[in-house]
T-cell receptor, first 113, second 115 residues
Framework: QQQVKQSPQSLIVQKGGISIINCAYE??????FPWYQQFPGKGPALLIA?????SEKKEGRFTISFNKSAKQFSLHIMDSQPGDSATYFC????????????FGKGTMLLVSP | NAGVTQTPKFQVLKTGQSMTLQCAQD?????MSWYRQDPGMGLRLIHY???????DQGEVPNGYNVSRSTTEDFPLRLLSAAPSQTSVYFC??????????????FGPGTRLTVL
């Protein structure tokens, strides 16, 4: 049972455009939603995260939008740059030190020059 | 701080061979975990540990063993490698306090091929 569904699998965006990646979750006990960025040959690294008490969080060109009633959240990358080309994973966990992160299957983003 | 380190970076095994993937962290993190990454499958949790002497299974534990004798180290053992275990393996760690919202730090990965 896939608890976090991520789409699209891959995405090509022109430089300067907006990249949008969507995730949906099933477990209403989840209350922490991070996004990880992974460059080829590297381990994933935390990009930005949100708790469900806010509907949006922005850090620079990266914004998470969160819809608790729809059980969906999305990552928006404004003014996308070739350096943003990477694989992006959404994830979810519960608010417990013993909770494990459940990841989506990932989105491979290519920003064309 | 070196963060999370993994050795080796690459490994080729023959079916039936055994090996240990090493993982170490120098951040005094109680929580450590192992994931495998396969194309189109995302990151799947193999085993995790919340402290020395405490381990538990994740989503895909079959064929893998772990132990945690120190806070710093969390090795992953393949007892009898199978081609289905060809994958990229990532170790990760985080603090256990403050719920599950602390940043999880990943190592650089080990690319394993089983022939």
């Amino acid at each position: 049972q896939q608890q976090v569904k991520q789409s699209p699998q891959s995405l090509i965006v022109q430089k300067g455009g907006i990249s949008i990646i969507n995730c949906a979750y099933e477990n209403t006990a989840f209350d922490y939603f991070p996004w990880y960025q992974q460059f080829p040959g590297k381990g994933p690294a935390l990009l930005i995260a949100i708790r469900p008490d806010v509907s949006e969080k922005k850090e620079g060109r990266f914004t998470i939008s969160f819809n608790k009633s729809a059980k969906q959240f999305s990552l928006h990358i404004m003014d996308s740059q070739p350096g943003d080309s990477a694989t992006y994973f959404c994830a979810a966990s519960m608010n417990s030190g013993y909770s494990t992160l459940t990841f989506g299957k990932g989105t491979m983003l290519l920003v064309s020059p | 701080n070196a963060g999370v380190t993994q050795t080796p970076k690459f490994q080729v095994l023959k079916t039936g061979q055994s090996m240990t993937l090493q993982c170490a962290q120098d951040m005094n993190h109680e929580y450590m975990s192992w994931y495998r990454q396969d194309p189109g499958m995302g990151l799947r949790l193999i085993h995790y540990s919340v402290g020395a002497g405490i381990t538990d299974q994740g989503e895909v534990p079959n064929g893998y063993n772990v132990s945690r004798s120190t806070t710093e180290d969390f090795p992953l053992r393949l007892l009898s490698a199978a081609p289905s275990q060809t994958s990229v393996y990532f170790c990760a760690s985080r603090l256990l306090s403050s719920g599950g919202t602390d940043t999880q730090y990943f190592g650089p990965g080990t690319r394993l091929t089983v022939l």
